[in-house]
């Protein structure tokens, strides 16, 4: 897999999106939209950080 400086400057920025603690939402199947709890937030913090270690130097 190539490293991407596009995904790794995306990557890092959710990351610190995610840490920061802001309150983020996603579209559901329903189309509703719902607030990530903390056990999904922390599932898209260790995804992201495994983008980050695939992209990144």
């Not at 939209?33 to 270690?53: H, K, N, P, S, W």
Request: aromatic share 4%; glycine share 6%.
């Amino acid at each position: 897999m190539t490293k991407s400086p596009e995904n790794c400057t995306r990557a890092r920025n959710y990351l610190q999106t995610l840490e920061s603690g802001v309150r983020l939402t996603r579209t559901n199947a329903k189309g509703e939209r719902e607030f990530l709890g903390d056990e999904a937030r922390a599932a898209e913090v260790a995804r992201t950080r495994e983008l980050i270690a695939a992209n990144c130097d």
